[in-house]
């Protein structure tokens, strides 16, 4: 199983809809497990699971018994797609991660768990640097990052970029990145110009495309149900999904190469 963490520390910047997309793209192939890490909970009221009362989801992970993800997953309109939800209790695991050992690990060990039920593992991760996003950047595979083409979030970017680079010091293995360049306006000058100077800054990590602004991508609840719209957003996505694909695959080719 391949587990990517789709992850900014910038709000804003399409991160549900990139999760959503992508995994659906997934899907019609591979059998992907959504989870949503965000106590907002976006990607879940996206799918209609009521939050009230808290469904079984993505907290029950972080149990001190710790929660088998086969007993807290559910089934969605789409096919070979499942969820995990969020619940609100994601928002105390911050105080508990000084209290509780090896709750930074307690993710990854859900995940390994389940690693032969699913193909691949999509994490939405919160808009913050914290427990939830350490755990998923700690057990990902890759790292997928959508953002805005604005200066304020080319800021945004830098940091998670910061974040992704100490989480894998400390993991001592490769957390390989990509972006994914979101909401892009080419009418306005500003949109351009970040734009190219993401393009300068970090190279082929970089997707040669971009997802338009597209007003169909703001309903994310249509994003869940059996049919996909078909618009421009959905179609760059698709795009997007088969560069990282193709990217991947690149890449463990390389790999194993230099290790024969």
């Known amino acids: 199983m391949q587990t990517w963490a789709i992850a900014n520390q910038k709000g804003g910047v399409g991160k549900t809809t990139t999760s959503l997309c992508l995994a659906r793209g997934l899907a019609r192939e591979s059998r992907v497990l959504l989870i949503d890490l965000d106590p907002h909970a976006s990607l879940t009221r996206a799918f209609g699971v009521p939050t009230d009362p808290p469904p079984a989801g993505s907290h029950d992970l972080f149990n001190s018994m710790g929660h088998d993800v086969g007993a807290v997953v559910r089934d969605t309109p789409v096919a070979n797609l499942q969820l995990v939800a969020a619940q609100p209790a994601l928002a105390t ?63 945004g970017l830098a940091d998670m970029l910061r974040t992704a680079d100490m989480v894998e010091r400390s993991r001592r293995r490769a957390l390989p990145r990509r972006i994914v360049p979101t909401l892009f306006d080419r009418r306005t000058r500003s949109g351009v110009q970040s734009l190219e100077q993401l393009r300068e800054r970090h190279g082929g990590k970089v997707w040669p495309g971009v997802v338009p602004m597209d007003t169909k991508l ?25 560069w990282l694909l193709r990217d991947d695959t690149e890449g463990r080719e390389a790999h194993g190469q230099e290790a024969a």
């Open 93 to 155: 695991l911050e105080r508990r991660g000084a209290t509780q050992p090896g709750l930074g690990l307690a993710l990854g060990r859900a995940l390994h768990a389940a690693r032969h039920q699913y193909d691949y593992a999509l994490l939405d991760c919160p808009p913050t640097l914290g427990l939830l996003m350490v755990n998923a950047l700690a057990a990902a595979d890759r790292l997928v990052v959508p953002t805005q083409t604005d200066p304020l979030a080319l800021h």
């Open 218 to 242: 703001r309903d994310a609840h249509a994003l869940t149900e059996a049919e996909l719209p078909d618009c421009r957003g959905t179609e760059a996505y698709a795009r997007a999904l088969a």
